[in-house]
Nanobody, 121 residues
Framework: VQLVESGGGLVQPGGSLRLSCAAS????????MSWLRQVPGKERELVAV????????DYADSAKGRFTISRDNAKNTVYLQMNSLKPEDTAVYYC???????????????WGQGTQVTVSS
């Protein structure tokens, strides 16, 4: 099983980034996918979740209206479009997979290695 995130980097406040997570070696279309983020010393936060077929999604309050999660099951890839970024969005972002749809930040079957997002002027 492999989840490989990409697209992180340094961006100025107000800017945008698009994270991608490429999945392999499991049946991607049968798993709900989530993006989580973590800052050292703080609990991991579930930012966004999307159902296995992409029909429903939900967001943390901190992400609503700014972030959009999407997926392409033909490409085994999930995305996180992040707009209007703020310094408090700085974190390591992880994609994760589990067999059910939930906003609970635990219980994942698979994790990626993470990609750093830094929002700073």
């Amino acid at each position: 099983v492999q989840l490989v995130e990409s697209g992180g980097g340094l961006v100025q406040p107000g800017g945008s980034l698009r994270l991608s997570c490429a999945a392999s070696r499991f049946t991607f279309s049968m798993y709900a996918m989530s993006w989580l983020r973590q800052v050292p010393g703080k609990e991991r936060e579930l930012v966004a979740v999307i159902s296995s077929l992409g029909r429903i999604s939900d967001y943390a309050d901190s992400a609503k209206g700014r972030f959009t999660i999407s997926r392409d099951n033909a490409k085994n890839t999930v995305y996180l479009q992040m707009n209007s970024l703020k310094p408090e969005d700085t974190a390591v972002y992880y994609c994760s997979a589990r067999t059910y749809y939930s906003k609970n930040p635990t219980g994942f079957a698979f994790w990626g290695q993470g990609t750093q997002v830094t929002v700073s002027s």
